[in-house]
């Protein structure tokens, strides 16, 4: 049901529908803006990121064939912007977070979390979470995204290599080495994490 619904979605917006643009990032700004948070640590940038995310999409719309589901490619789109924020050391995005989108049919205003509101804040976490995240932060880009697209956002292998761009075997590969120094990150910061079966996944 799902696709299907996605699959209309994206056949409205390629013909220009601007409200099936809006229903998709209704639906799925709250993944992205948290995919983006994780990879960047902030709020701001992760809301500079999430909004370039979809202006990308809306522009590259057309270029979609239905080859994958929507959401895998959404995450590659995504998965771009993150690293491309990484490689260029600077943001992304130039539009102001609380400014529409201009386009040939009228304005796409973003409703993202408001930066003022720690997610922290909204749901009660515990201290480790706390730890992992800041660990991730720590890895090689390509790892940090890899990781956090299987064990956060879920995807399969095959869905990983689409997103990503590359062969399952090299997903299989980053997976285990992002896991690996995962590890050595968490031992060297506390001695909580000595015991290596705190941490969630095992070596593919």
Not at 48 to 55: K, N, P, R, S, T
Not at 68 to 86: G, K
């Amino acid at each position: 049901m799902k696709v299907k619904e996605d699959e209309l979605l994206v056949k409205k917006c390629q013909k220009g529908k601007l409200d099936a643009f809006e229903d998709l990032v209704n639906k799925y700004q709250q993944k992205v803006y948290s995919l983006c948070y994780r990879f960047a640590g902030n709020h701001d940038d992760a809301n500079d990121l999430a909004q370039e995310a979809f202006i990308r999409v809306y522009h590259s719309i057309d270029k979609f064939h239905f080859k994958s589901a929507f959401s895998t490619w959404l995450y590659r789109v995504t998965s771009n912007v993150c690293l491309d924020e990484i490689r260029k050391k600077k943001r992304t995005s130039s539009v102001s977070i609380n400014s529409p989108m201009e386009t040939d049919e009228g304005e796409v205003y973003f409703n993202l979390p408001d930066q003022k509101f720690n997610p922290e804040q909204l749901t009660e976490r515990k201290d480790v979470q706390d730890i992992v995240h800041k660990a991730i932060q720590e890895l090689p880009e390509e790892q940090r995204i890899t990781i956090l697209l299987r064990e956060i956002e879920g995807l399969s292998y095959e869905e990983l290599a689409e997103a990503l761009n590359v062969s399952i075997g090299t997903v299989k590969s980053r997976l285990n080495r992002a896991r690996h120094n995962l590890k050595e990150i968490l031992t060297q910061k506390t001695e909580l994490f000595t015991d290596t079966t705190h941490l969630k996944g095992k070596e593919v």
